[in-house]
């Protein structure tokens, strides 16, 4: 009986040592990570400033595909009642996606935006639908205004995506920036404007409203 008492204890401690490392290998496996190298045609996600966002925080996604081209996008669409209008400031949740071209050098990678569109919702609930009430596109090709962000490596060696500072080759505090990880929870993205927009429904009474201005502006231009 002692004999096969000790057996058991044994084999009860190997079964939770086993069951111990087993947890130790997922969390290191799933935990995100920061990068410090970019791969060509994978989405990574980024926290704003540098936390990996939680499940309400704004975030962003970035795709660096061949040819130097590249998917930007800033949600900003899973927050809470609490976190939108915040002292009737009038945001509402809203999602922004931006296509255009890189340029590489010494890892610094140079963002030049060529189209922007951008949907918006009226609340939260509406945003979890994907019901939108307002639509809007750009074309940014030869806009000289504006400024492309830039990823760059951090003191840590990590990439961060934003504004870039005066340099032209580091990260400016002054505005959103966000530390990239490895584990983005949307594995593709758009690969163009209409794709994009396909993705959401638009509520019927916004919707006429936008065809009514789109048909006016047509008139005018004729």
């Known amino acids: 009986m002692r004999k096969t008492s000790k057996s058991k204890i044994r084999l009860a401690i190997i079964a939770t040592l086993a069951c111990t490392a087993i947890v130790t290998v997922q ?19 980024g926290g704003l400033f540098t936390e990996y966002p939680t499940k309400y925080q704004p975030r962003c ?17 899973r927050g809470t009642y609490e976190d939108y209008n915040e002292d009737g400031d009038g945001r509402k949740p809203h999602i922004d996606i931006y ?30 639908k994907g019901l939108i ?18 990823a760059a490596k951090n003191k840590k060696g990590n ?3 934003g504004n870039p500072s005066k340099d ?9 920036y966000f530390e990239i990880y490895d584990k983005s929870d949307i594995k593709k993205l ?15 009474k916004a919707e006429q409203e936008r065809l009514a201005e789109q048909k006016r502006l047509a008139e005018q231009s004729q």
């Not at 296509?99 to 945003?127: C, H, M, Q, W």
């Open 27 to 45: 969390y290191l496996v799933l935990k995100p990570s920061v990068i410090n190298q970019i791969q060509i045609n994978r989405v990574y996600i």
């Open 61 to 77: 996604y970035i795709e660096f595909k061949e040819k130097n081209k590249y998917v930007f996008v800033y949600d900003d669409s």
């Open 99 to 128: 296509f255009g071209r890189y340029d590489e050098k010494e890892g610094l990678y140079k963002l030049t935006p060529i189209k922007s569109a951008s949907v918006g919702f009226k609340n939260p609930t509406d945003a979890r």
């Open 133 to 150: 009430d307002a639509y809007g596109y750009s074309n940014l090709e030869n806009n000289k205004e504006i400024i492309g962000q830039v």
């Open 159 to 161: 990439y961060v995506i």
């Open 168 to 176: 032209g080759v580091t990260i400016s505090n002054n505005g959103l």
């Open 190 to 204: 758009p690969s163009s404007v209409e794709e994009f927009r396909k993705q959401f429904k638009m509520d019927k």
